[in-house]
């Protein structure tokens, strides 16, 4: 008796904002199920994506613009992100 491997696709583009803040959110993942037994199985999964944190300076008021947090703020940055699993 054989028991046929199968794998699945999927992805996720999610973008929320709340004031001078906005998050978007990219995603694609895999995964994959080995039957061992007509009972049981082993699935494996990953996903691979990015998240982009951006803040709106040009929306927000300082009391005092030479304010060193003002000036050091950043407007966005990109964190790539990995998941892997096994069940």
Do not use: C
Request: charged share 15%; net charge positive; hydrophobic share 40%.
């Amino acid at each position: 008796l054989t028991y046929r491997p199968y794998s699945g696709f999927g992805g996720l583009i999610q973008n929320e904002s709340f004031g001078p803040l906005s998050i978007t959110k990219v995603y694609g993942s895999f995964a994959h199920h080995i039957s061992i037994t007509p009972t049981t199985r082993i699935a494996m999964g990953a996903s691979l994506g990015f998240t982009n944190y951006r803040f709106a300076l040009e929306r927000v008021e300082f009391n005092n613009q030479t304010d060193p947090v003002a000036q050091a703020a950043t407007p966005g940055r990109i964190w790539p992100e990995f998941n892997a699993g096994v069940m």
